[in-house]
């Protein structure tokens, strides 16, 4: 079965700075997909990124961008120039290819402060 | 477009009384996806369907629980009768398929069974 490990509980960051959020999954499949979910305190459940595991590119999104390491299984979030509203639950979840199951990690909290 | 749109936004019910959720997914979109969030368990797929047939159930945690899709444009989530354990966040998803896997997710039903 597949996992999905987000091992920070917590994170913090000053308004403008970088910061790198980690995940780490746990697979035999060769080809799947990897999210990056933001959730406010609206509650709302975002897309911030996507990544096809076949791509080596790694995906970017303005202020996002992802870190692929296939071979570690590893897919951490990188935000630079971080905003208040960057304040929110972030969750790293998988997908293998040709199922619709979305496996979460339990989340990492992002507090950006002014 | 309008995104997913799950009603009602909050529930509170007494122990023992049938609670519905409904969810109307994105036009055009011909998967959806019902979860449930809890702190102790996280992000949880409970059903999904394709093209308004029930795929995998395997997800719902007991008999008490159902979810139909009578049309393209409709689904719910009964509980019945319903229970304290069953207080969470309950959200929808939906996706077009060959849409690049992505899932949109309404902004969730926040049940508390007293």
């Known amino acids: 079965a597949q996992t999905v490990t987000q091992s920070q509980p917590e994170m913090s960051v000053q308004e403008a700075e970088t910061v790198t959020l980690s995940c780490t999954y746990d697979t035999s499949e060769n080809n799947y997909y990897l999210f990056w979910y933001k959730q406010p305190p609206s509650r709302q459940m975002i897309l911030v990124i996507r990544q096809e595991a076949y791509k080596q590119q790694n995906a970017t999104e303005n202020r996002f961008s992802v870190n692929f390491q296939k071979a570690a299984k590893s897919f951490s979030l990188k935000i630079s120039d971080s905003q208040l509203g960057d304040t929110a639950m972030y969750f790293c979840a998988f997908m293998k290819v040709n199922t619709d199951k979305l496996i979460f990690g339990t989340g990492t909290r992002l507090q950006v402060f002014p | ?114």
């Open chain 2, 1 to 114: 477009d309008a995104g997913v749109i799950q009603s009602p936004r909050h529930e509170v019910t007494e122990m023992g009384q049938e609670v519905t959720l409904r969810c109307k997914p994105i036009s055009g979109h011909n998967s959806l996806f019902w979860y449930r969030q809890t702190m102790m368990r996280g992000l949880e797929l409970l059903i999904y369907f394709n093209n308004n047939v029930p795929i995998d159930d395997s997800g719902m945690p007991e008999d008490r629980f159902s979810a139909k899709m009578p049309n393209a444009s409709f689904s719910t989530l009964k509980i019945q009768p319903s229970e304290p354990r069953d207080s969470a966040v309950y959200f929808c998803a939906s996706r077009r398929q060959g849409g690049k896997n992505i899932q949109y997710f309404g902004a969730g039903t926040r049940l508390s069974v007293l």
